[in-house]
C-alpha cells in the first residue's frame, strides 16, 4: 500500500513505516502529523486518483527530527567588474515517520 501527497509544494509517495524528509513544519519531535492532501492512493488491484485530491484518505505520520541539512555555498560572480558575493545557506527541515494510511 503506498500513497502519493503533496507537501511543502512537492509532490512525495510515501508507503508506511517509510521516512520523509520534507520541507519545515510546525510542532516538536514526538508530534503527530496529518497529510491530508492525498493525490492517490493504491493498495494492490484498488487504486484510487483524485482530481485533484482524494476526500476521504489522509496520511498519519510523526515527526522524529527537526533540523538543517549540510551548507550550501551560493556565489556570485561577474569577471573584468571585481565584483563577487560568497553566501551559505541551511535550508530547515522535518523528518516524518509515515505510520498509516487511512484511504
Given at each position: 500500500?503506498?500513497?502519493?501527497?503533496?507537501?511543502?509544494?512537492?509532490?512525495?509517495?510515501?508507503?508506511?513505516?517509510?521516512?520523509?524528509?520534507?520541507?519545515?513544519?510546525k510542532g516538536a519531535v514526538g508530534d503527530a502529523v496529518i497529510f491530508e492532501q492525498v493525490m492517490f492512493t493504491s493498495h494492490g488491484?484498488?487504486?484510487?486518483?483524485?482530481?485533484?485530491?482524494?476526500?476521504?484518505?489522509?496520511?498519519?505520520?510523526?515527526?522524529?527530527?527537526?533540523?538543517?541539512?549540510?551548507?550550501?555555498?551560493?556565489?556570485?560572480?561577474?569577471?573584468?567588474?571585481?565584483?563577487?558575493?560568497?553566501?551559505?545557506?541551511?535550508?530547515?527541515?522535518?523528518?516524518?515517520?509515515?505510520?498509516?494510511?487511512?484511504?
Amino acid at each position: 500500500m503506498f500513497a502519493i501527497i503533496k507537501t511543502g509544494g512537492k509532490q512525495y509517495r510515501v508507503a508506511p513505516g517509510d521516512e520523509l524528509k520534507c520541507e519545515k513544519m510546525k510542532g516538536a519531535v514526538g508530534d503527530a502529523v496529518i497529510f491530508e492532501q492525498v493525490m492517490f492512493t493504491s493498495h494492490g488491484e484498488d487504486t484510487k486518483v483524485g482530481r485533484p485530491f482524494l476526500e476521504d484518505s489522509k496520511v498519519l505520520g510523526r515527526i522524529t527530527h527537526q533540523g538543517r541539512n549540510r551548507k550550501l555555498t551560493v556565489m556570485k560572480y561577474k569577471k573584468r567588474k571585481g565584483y563577487r558575493r560568497k553566501r551559505g545557506h541551511r535550508q530547515p527541515f522535518t523528518l516524518v515517520k509515515i505510520e498509516n494510511i487511512e484511504a
